[in-house]
């Protein structure tokens, strides 16, 4: 019995040992040393360990004041971030370490992707679009090489928040800056758009289709911009060039249902408001004038033959 105790207290011991080296070798180790440990974690799919390493590699690096302690501090912060954000879905502290992240190392490769990440988070779990906007603003100052994505991004949400005048001031922005981009087909639907929000704007809204559809006529994006366009051509009293923009449209909308219903809705309003009539043929001749023949005797005028009337002047 005694010796069974007395081989209980030695494992016990060899135990606490184990743990104690354990712990001395994870005060040795350096920030790079726990950085890559953390990313094995992660891997591993174990966030919660691989968080104790991005803490340890924090307190690592506060204890250092060498060239690598802002490196290691950035990509630290940003990897416990997105622990947090991709792997546990705790939302709040994901939040707080991204921000501490963009506070404590503004000028790091990691914060400018962290800008973009939390202006996600903030409009898709809290549909904070000014604060979105504010982070994506953030990135743009770094002119990162996405800055036409992020740039239309910012577009999307000033139309979202029914800021128009300054949802198609971006959407230019993106156009003079970016003309070679993706995504200028998109942004001059979206300036045509935004201006078709706004009063009085519609004629330049036109001009704004009309510039998408002869600049990118292969654009999946046209038929909508014809589609838009023969609304606001029927808004303006043309239903002929409205009905003209969605027959051009049918052949590639991918709702040519929409853009028959459209049409249809024109030309019974068109039926509706025509007189009965107008534009036939026959609505614009003269009829043919009454021939009136002078009598010359009062039997031919009463409808006798000219022999009668011949007889009854010789009589």
């Known amino acids: 019995m005694r010796a069974l105790r007395a081989d209980r207290v030695r494992a016990g011991r060899l135990r606490s040992l184990a743990v104690l080296v354990a712990l001395c070798a994870a005060c040795s180790a ?96 809290y549909r904070d679009l000014r604060g979105a906007i504010s982070e994506l603003t953030a990135a743009l100052a770094r002119d990162p090489p996405t800055a036409p994505d992020l740039r239309y991004q910012v577009a999307k949400l000033y139309f979202e928040l029914g800021d128009y005048q300054q949802s198609e001031l971006e959407a230019r922005t993106l156009i003079q800056k970016f003309p070679a981009s993706p995504l200028a087909d998109d942004a001059w639907l979206l ?43 029927g808004d303006a009293g043309d239903d002929a060039g409205a009905i003209q923009a969605w027959v051009q449209a049918l052949e590639r909308h991918p709702d040519p249902q929409v853009v028959q219903s459209a049409i249809a809705r024109t030309r019974k309003r ?46």
Do not use: N
């Open 30 to 125: 350096t920030g790079p040393e726990h950085l890559a440990r953390a990313r094995e974690q992660v891997y591993a799919r174990k966030p919660q360990a691989a968080l104790r390493e991005y803490r340890l590699a924090l307190d690592a690096v506060e204890r250092s004041d060498g060239p690598e302690t802002a490196r290691i501090r950035a990509a630290a912060l940003r990897g416990a971030a997105d622990v947090y954000w991709l792997e546990l879905h705790d939302v709040p502290k994901a939040v707080s370490v991204y921000k501490e992240l963009v506070t404590q190392a503004p000028d790091a490769p990691e914060t400018a992707e962290a800008h973009v990440v939390l202006a996600g988070i903030l409009e898709s779990q």
């Open 270 to 315: 068109i039926a509706a408001t025509t007189p009965r009539g107008m534009g036939q043929r026959e609505a614009f001749q003269r009829p043919e004038p009454h021939r009136v023949v002078q009598a010359r005797t009062s039997l031919e005028a009463a409808g006798g033959t000219a022999e009668q009337a011949a007889r009854e002047h010789g009589d």
């Open 191 to 233: 300036v045509g758009q935004s201006l078709s929000m706004r009063d009085g704007m519609h004629g330049q809204a036109m001009t704004a289709y009309a510039t998408l559809i002869e600049r990118f006529p292969g654009s999946e994006l046209v038929p909508h911009a014809l589609f838009e366009l023969g609304k606001l051509r």
